[in-house]
């Protein structure tokens, strides 16, 4: 939830360039920090003119890029998934999920998808995609799910058969409702976390048992 508060809080840093600064306190103290004067603290953070910055105690630090070398070359380990367990997709039938599921089979090896969505089966494309799919060899299960509905994800989660058990989840699953941070509403904010935020809570929550087994895009 916080990370997502701070992407929104960058995206209108982007809009509204040197009016926003990000102050990052540690977790939990708020601007409580015990004996520290806030004044001073938060003057010098002004001055250094960072969108961004960590404060510990009187000690503010500011992230960077840089270049990380451990002296070899590290290989590209692609991921690995079991070939009979079930990959869930959120947001399968949709173009991007589409892309991924071609991917999964194609340079993955997978062979059992589960590809949810909010219309499922009735979206466009998706017997197609099925079709397809199935020709390189995936047993495929299209699903209609609301995916911020807690409920309905535990019971597409329940019915994934016990003899190929959930083992990847990629979650792609999104509204798209554009708009300048000025434009935005609370209602207009919550369309669009909920199917993305909200929905990623509950695959977290719903799925930790799993965690030793699972891999999580």
């Not at 939830?1 to 992407?7: E, I, K, L, N, R």
């Not at 380990?77 to 079930?86: L, R």
């Not at 071609?102 to 499922?120: F, K, P, T």
Request: net charge negative; glycine share 12%.
């Amino acid at each position: 939830a916080g990370a997502a508060v701070w992407g929104l809080i960058r995206a209108a840093q982007s809009e509204n360039p040197d009016r926003i600064i990000l102050l990052d306190t540690a977790a939990g103290s708020g601007l409580d920090v015990g004996g520290v004067d806030m004044g001073s603290v938060l003057a010098a953070a002004l001055a250094t003119g960072e969108p961004q910055i960590a404060m510990r105690g009187a000690a503010l630090s500011t992230p960077r890029l840089v270049r990380y070398t451990t002296g070899a070359a590290v290989p590209d380990v692609p991921a690995v998934f079991d070939s009979e367990g079930t990959v869930l997709v959120t947001g399968g039938t949709g173009s991007l999920g589409a892309m991924v599921a071609r991917h999964l089979v194609a340079g993955h090896g997978v062979r059992r998808l589960l590809l949810v969505s909010r219309r499922g089966s009735d979206a466009e494309g998706a017997a197609e995609l099925v079709a397809e799919l199935g020709e390189s060899g995936a047993v495929v299960t299209v699903c209609a799910c609301d995916v911020a509905d807690r409920d309905a994800v535990a019971a597409v989660l329940a019915a994934v058969p016990v003899e190929h058990p959930l083992t990847g989840v990629v979650h792609l699953a999104g509204v798209l409702d554009d708009g300048v941070i000025g434009a935005l509403t609370p209602e207009r904010i919550e369309g669009v976390f909920a199917p993305k935020v909200t929905a990623v809570r509950h695959l977290d929550e719903l799925t930790r048992e799993l965690a030793p087994q699972l891999a999580s895009f």
